[in-house]
């Protein structure tokens, strides 16, 4: 299986401070993926990159900055943590081109 | 575009009996889909997928699911549920290239089963 970590496992901050969690693959994989998850709401993408400086939004990206400056790495930034984005983060690799995805075990995130 | 809508967010059922929960699509490309398990305060697990091989998809715990496109459905059925079945399930879909290369989900469904 892909090896692919999320860091920290859980953190709480204070509103107003910027966060920056951590996904790490140990492959090569060119996709990788950040989602939020919330009750009722399941999994949403928040941006996405598809290689080194190349990233995109998904579908809830305001508020969230991503940076990907080597292969193994994708960074996901929250500029300035709001109570909205207490949430269960996960980051996601592609494996087997569109049909196989790794997730992470996820970040636990608690904005208060 | 594509999206996922999973009908109910909660679905009761008795040991024993037939689990049935729906997906449906929407792609605008020929549709790779998914359902995945997660267990209380875990991570996701796969539980099937369709490639566009077989469109009767087996997986793992007695689950299996039918692609079919005249419906746009991708329905998650388990003969017998099992009280280690109570879980949420989410359906997603990917599209097989640049901006659909990407997993969407649905909202996810409860399933409790009673003893």
């Known amino acids: 299986d892909a090896g692919i970590t999320q860091s920290p496992r859980h953190k709480v901050t204070e509103t107003g401070t910027p966060v920056t969690l951590r996904c790490h693959q140990t492959?090569?994989?060119?996709?990788m993926y950040w989602y939020r998850q919330d009750p009722g709401h399941g999994l949403r993408l928040i941006h996405y990159s598809y290689g080194v400086k190349d990233t995109d939004k998904g579908e809830v990206s305001d508020g969230y900055s991503v940076s990907r400056s080597k292969t193994e790495d994708f960074l996901l930034t929250l500029e300035s943590a709001t109570s909205s984005q207490t949430s269960v983060y996960f980051c996601a690799i592609q494996t087997e081109g569109p049909y196989g995805y790794t997730f992470g075990s996820g970040t636990r995130l608690t904005v208060v | 575009a594509q999206s996922v809508t999973q009908l109910g967010s909660h679905v009761s059922v008795s040991e024993g009996a037939l689990v049935l929960l729906r997906c449906n699509y929407s792609?605008?490309?020929?549709?790779?889909l998914f359902w995945y398990v997660q267990y209380p305060n875990q991570g996701l697990q796969l539980l099937l997928k369709?490639?566009?091989?077989?469109?009767l998809v087996k997986g793992i715990n007695g689950f299996e699911a039918e692609f079919k496109k005249s419906e746009t459905s991708f329905h998650l059925t388990k003969p017998s549920a099992h009280m280690s079945d109570a879980a949420e399930y989410f359906c997603?879909?990917?599209?097989?290239?640049?901006?659909?290369?990407?997993?969407?989900f649905g909202k996810g469904i409860t399933l409790s089963v009673r003893p």
């Open positions: 369709y490639t566009s091989a077989a469109t």
């Open positions: 792609s605008s490309v020929p549709p790779y």
């Open positions: 997603a879909v990917s599209g097989l290239t640049g901006a659909n290369s990407k997993l969407t």
């Open positions: 492959e090569n994989h060119r996709y």
